[in-house]
């Protein structure tokens, strides 16, 4: 008896702790991702993890600050998904620009790795690592109005940490950037001259692979007006730039040496969506996608694997929660979603692999105020 009795407490133990587990599984799984996203009315982060079966989400751990009197406004995973990093523009009179760095636990929750790090330039704006997982850049937009305050700061990464190597000028106000799926080169997006031209452009760099320290190469025109984002197509052959001022969408084809050409008809209207902000390639699949702040909506394209060349989506455009600012998709290429800055809401939607066109998952699930920047893993 005693024996039988020992075996029924082992039993339910055992159910207990496969109960407790399988409520947050880890995000490692094939059926779960992770998101975490800011909040700058909250000065915070939180982590969600993403049903990959069906869209919807599900908070794990808790909602963490990003540093005292500091609103964060952006946010990046090391290629491992170990790792978080969260820009910091300072609030006045005492808040200062840094960046907050956290390690991620099995569950996709956040864990700090300590005190925030000194930003490298005035008001950083925009994150990218390298598919190696070794530096950590960081656009920094400079002093409001004042030429020649921008920089791009290069930090060295170890483990969830990381400490300045070097900052480098950059063309006037830096708005965004990424690093090259294949070689050694960053592309930063920048507004330059002086209102109303505020002309775009693309700015490439070459990185050193054992510091990360940069060398210009060449800079490129748009052909739009105050780019605001930056991305490229899943296997790394084409870059698109949004550009907020003028409502469309530059491209470019990446030669082997980093350098720049204008794909066909580039640039490409974004039809009735105003005010193209954060932009994002579909990991999997050649379609891309841009935040329509002024507008609410997000609009998708099809990229041609040939030319590059952009096509819209039928239809073009969904409708968001209120001025959509972080833009993501989850690695599997299936499910986007969007902080709406305006809203404190996210929206989500389901991507339909045959045509490129989004489908809502949910109308909006709440968050705390005034979420800014997404990041998927």
Known sequence: MRFRWLLGVFILVSLALVIACSSHPSVNSTTIAGMAFTSQGAMSVETWQVNLSNGML???????????????????????????FVANKGVPPSGTDSLATFSVNNDGSLTSSGSNVAAGGPSPVALAVDPGGKFLFVANEGVGGISGTSSISVYAINGSSVSLSST???????????????GNFLYVTNTIGAPPMLQGEVTQYSFDATTGALTKVLSYLTGGTTPAGVTMNARGQYL??????SNNISGFSIASDGTLSPT???PY???TGVGPRTIVGNPTLNYLYVAQYTSNQVSGFLISAASGELT????????????????????????LYTTNLGGATLSGF?????TGALGPIQATFTTPGQPSAIALH
């Open 168 to 182: 480098t000028p950059t063309d006037d106000f830096a708005s965004d950037l990424i690093v090259s799926k294949t």
């Open 264 to 266: 066909p008809k580039s």
């Open 312 to 335: 819209a989506t039928t239809p073009i455009a969904v409708s968001t929660g209120f001025q959509p600012s972080g833009l993501a998709i989850d690695p599997t290429g299936v499910y």
């Open 240 to 245: 698109y730039v949004s550009n907020f001022g």
């Open 350 to 354: 389901h991507v339909d692999h045959t």
């Open 58 to 84: 599900t908070q794990v751990g808790s909602e963490l600050t990003t540093g005292a009197n500091s609103m964060p406004v952006a946010i990046t995973f090391t290629p491992d998904g170990k790792s978080a």
């Open 269 to 271: 209207s974004t039809g």
